[in-house]
């Protein structure tokens, strides 16, 4: 008796977004795609920077990429085709490579070269999400992924100059959601690296909060040694300590993910059927 393949459904993809280094963004991607699965989604994880450490924290072997990202997006192989599984149940990869260093420039002359990833990630496939872990700068890279998007997250460091620059991002998604994809929104705004013991996070907690409002997740990341540790072990920190303080706030920014996931699609559902549409 053959058992039976997954449905396949076109997935929800979120970029994880922010043009600055430094801010937690590959440890976001990893622990929250790592989070939904825990919660019980199947997701993929796109590494879209050309660093590949989304990819090697959660195992993979620089050795063992036979196709990358890069294959994807130039048409030289499918997600499938690409896609490797990982330790974790549930959680797949679609690893980087350091071809993908180059493909600013290839993308410069492509045609539909603003759409590449979108074509590739919104079709059927059997993922409940797909989270894609942007370079750190506002590239054509990031560009294909925000186009892909129904909804950026955004990792903001409690240290100081942490808002410098987000209000060029802000600008830059609503000129793609105007050009390019009328989906895009964001879908929240995540403290990272916060420390309790000083008096700074607290405050920069409170400007962010303040600019941002309810779009700032209630969940905050900690400074945590053992998320730090974790990624040398290929591992993200759920797996690797799951009782870390680091890992405990991920699962709950999971949650709360979910939680407006739901709010979003309703709303959603409730403006098609206004414009005098149903919905099968």
Known sequence: MSSQKPAKRIPRILSVANQKGGVGKTTTAVNLATALCAIGKKVLLVDLDPQGNAGTGLGVKRSAIKQSTYDVIFGDATVDEA????????LSVLPSSIHLSGAEIELVGASRREYRLQEALRVPMEYDYVVIDCPPSLSLLTLNALVASD??????????YALEGLSHLVKTIERIKKTFNSRLEIHGVVLTMFDGR????????????????????????P????????????????????????????????KEVLRREKEIVGNRQEKFISSGNEVA
């Open 198 to 221: 000083n008096n700074l996070s607290g405050m920069v907690a409170d400007d962010v909060r303040e600019y941002f409002g309810d779009k700032v997740y209630n969940a905050v990341i």
């Open 151 to 160: 909804s950026i997250i955004v990792p903001l460091q409690c240290e100081f």
């Open 223 to 254: 400074r945590n040694v053992r998320l730090s540790e974790a990624p040398s072990y290929g591992l993200p920190a759920i797996v690797y300590d799951m009782r870390c303080p680091g890992a405990k706030a991920y699962i709950q920014l999971a």
């Open 83 to 90: 896609v490797q599984k990982t330790k974790v149940p549930r």
